[in-house]
C-alpha cells in the first residue's frame, strides 16, 4: 500500500523551477535516498513533503491523505524532519535531547521518560546516561543519541536532509549502519538526502536521482548499478562501481573461450598444420594430461623446422597465466595492464581450460560502461597464445 504519494510537484521560484514535475510513490519501510547535484531541488522536495514550503503545483497524500488540508499537528505527528548536521542542545540532557519533539507534540511527561528509556536501549547505552548533558558523552555517543532523537516521536515518515554530511566516513559508517538497522527494526519509512553515492547504495531501497529539478532515474540500487539511466547518472556512480556491477559475470572461467593448444609430445609438423588450420601464430602447450606447459611462436616454430625436435623442446616456459575462478574485476586491470592479448586461463590442477582474449575483457568494460547499445566494434582477436 503506498503511504506517501507525490504528483506532479513543481516549486518555482522567481523564474527557475527549483522542482519541475516531481512523481513518487513510497509504501511503508522503504527507504528513499535523493542524491543529486547541488541546488537540484532534494531539500526543496523535503521541505514540501513536511509543508515548510508550500508547491507552486501538483499534490502530496499520505495514505490518500492531501497533506494541504491536513491539520498541522497531526502532520507532525506523521512526519519528522532531521535538518542537515544538527548536533544536540548542549544546555539540555539527554533525556530531554531524545524527546524534544515528543514535547513538542505535548506528549505527557511519563510517555516522554518511557520513551527516553526505550530509544536508549536500542544504542545500547546506560540509562543513568539519560540524566547527563552531551558534553559528558564521547562524540560518537552523542551522535547516537542525535540518531534515536529523529526516531523517538514515533513518526511513520522519517526525513533526513544530508544528517552525516560533515562526519568522518568512519563515523558515518557507524551511523549508517545503526539508521538502517533501526529503520528496519521499528518498520520506519526514510527520505534521505545525500551526496554520497556509497551512502545511497548502502541504505537505499529505492534512489532518487536528482538534476536540475528534475527526476533522472528512480530505480534499485541494483538497477542503477546495472542500467544508468545516462551519463549523468554513471558520473555519479563512478567508472570503477559499473565494472564491479556485474555480479553475474564474476569469474575469469565465465568468460574463457577456448584455447588452440598443442601437446609437448607433437612435432613440429603437426603444430604447424594446427597452426595453419585454426590460423593463428601461436600455440599453448600442454603435457598429455591437458596440464599448461608453456607456449610456443610461428617463429621458433620456424627456426627448429627439421631439427627433430618436439614441440616440448623449444617452447617457451615462461608464461603468464590466471586461475579460472579468479575474480573477474582482480584480474581485467593486470591483464590489460600487461598488454597481452589474451591470456590461457588454467584450473586448480593447472590443466588448460580456456583463455580470456584482450577483446572479450575490453568488451566487458564496455558493457558495464555504456551498456549493450554503442558498443565500438569488435576487433577480431580471437586467436590464441598471443603472449606479449
Ligand atoms: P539541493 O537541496 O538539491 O541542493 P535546493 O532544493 O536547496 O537544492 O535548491 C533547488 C534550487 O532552488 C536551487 O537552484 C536553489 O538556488 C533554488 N532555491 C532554493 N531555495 C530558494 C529560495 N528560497 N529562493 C529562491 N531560490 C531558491
Ligand atoms: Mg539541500
New binding site residues.
Given amino acids: 500500500m503506498v503511504l506517501l504519494k507525490m504528483s506532479h510537484l513543481n ?1 518555482i ?2 523564474g ?1 523551477k ?2 519541475d514535475d516531481f512523481n513518487l510513490e513510497i509504501e511503508k519501510g522503504e527507504f528513499i535516498c ?1 542524491i ?12 514540501m513533503i513536511n509543508r515548510m514550503l508550500h508547491q507552486t503545483s501538483g499534490t502530496i497524500e499520505i495514505n490518500g491523505e492531501d497533506i494541504s488540508k491536513m491539520d498541522p499537528v497531526k502532520l507532525r505527528r506523521k512526519i519528522g524532519y532531521v535538518i542537515q548536521n544538527i548536533g544536540l542542545m548542549p544546555h539540555m540532557t539527554i533525556r530531554d535531547n531524545i524527546t524534544l519533539v515528543p514535547r513538542l507534540l505535548k506528549w505527557s511527561e511519563e510517555k516522554r521518560n518511557e520513551k527516553a528509556k526505550e530509544m536508549i536501549k536500542l544504542v545500547e547505552l546506560p540509562e543513568d546516561y539519560l540524566d547527563r548533558y552531551p558534553a559528558e558523552l564521547s562524540g560518537g555517543q552523542q551522535q547516537r543519541i542525535g540518531v534515536i532523537r529523529a526516531l523517538a516521536a514515533d513518526q511513520d515518515i522519517i526525513l533526513m ?1 544530508e544528517p552525516f554530511g560533515a562526519l568522518d566516513p568512519i563515523t558515518r559508517e557507524s551511523l549508517q549502519d545503526l539508521v538502517k538497522d533501526l529503520q528496519e527494526r521499528l518498520g520506519k519509512t526514510f527520505i534521505f ?1 545525500t551526496h554520497d553515492m556509497d551512502e545511497a547504495l548502502t541504505l537505499a531501497t529505492k534512489i532518487v536521482i ?1 538534476s536540475h ?1 528534475k527526476q533522472v532515474q528512480v530505480d534499485t540500487p541494483d538497477n542503477i548499478l546495472r542500467h544508468p539511466a545516462n551519463e549523468f547518472v554513471e558520473s555519479l556512480i563512478g567508472q570503477e562501481r559499473l565494472i564491479q556491477a556485474r555480479p553475474s559475470i564474476t569469474t575469469v572461467g565465465q568468460v574463457a573461450t577456448k584455447a588452440v593448444s598443442a601437446r609437448e609430445s607433437q612435432t613440429l609438423k603437426e603444430a604447424l598444420g594446427e597452426m595453419h588450420t585454426k590460423r593463428v601464430d601461436t600455440l599453448l602447450v600442454t603435457d598429455d594430461a591437458g596440464v599448461l606447459r608453456g607456449f610456443v611462436g610461428i617463429e621458433q616454430i620456424n627456426q627448429f623446422y627439421g631439427t627433430g625436435k618436439k614441440i616440448g623442446d623449444i617452447m617457451d616456459k615462461n608464461i603468464f597465466y590466471v586461475k579460472e575462478d579468479s575474480v573477474i574485476r582482480d584480474t581485467v586491470e593486470r591483464i590489460l595492464k600487461r598488454g597481452f592479448k589474451n591470456v590461457p586461463v588454467i584450473d586448480h590442477d593447472h590443466h588448460l581450460v580456456g583463455i580470456v582474449t584482450r577483446a572479450t575483457l575490453v568488451d566487458m568494460v564496455y558493457d558495464a560502461l555504456w551498456g549493450e547499445s554503442d558498443k565500438p566494434e569488435k576487433s577480431d582477436d580471437t586467436e590464441v597464445g598471443d603472449q606479449a
Avoid at 543529486?36 to 521541505?47: A, E, F, N, P, V
Fill in positions: 516549486k521560484y522567481g527557475t527549483a522542482v535523493f543529486g547535484t547541488s541546488g537540484s531541488g532534494k531539500t526543496t522536495t523535503m521541505r536532509d538526502v536528482m529539478g
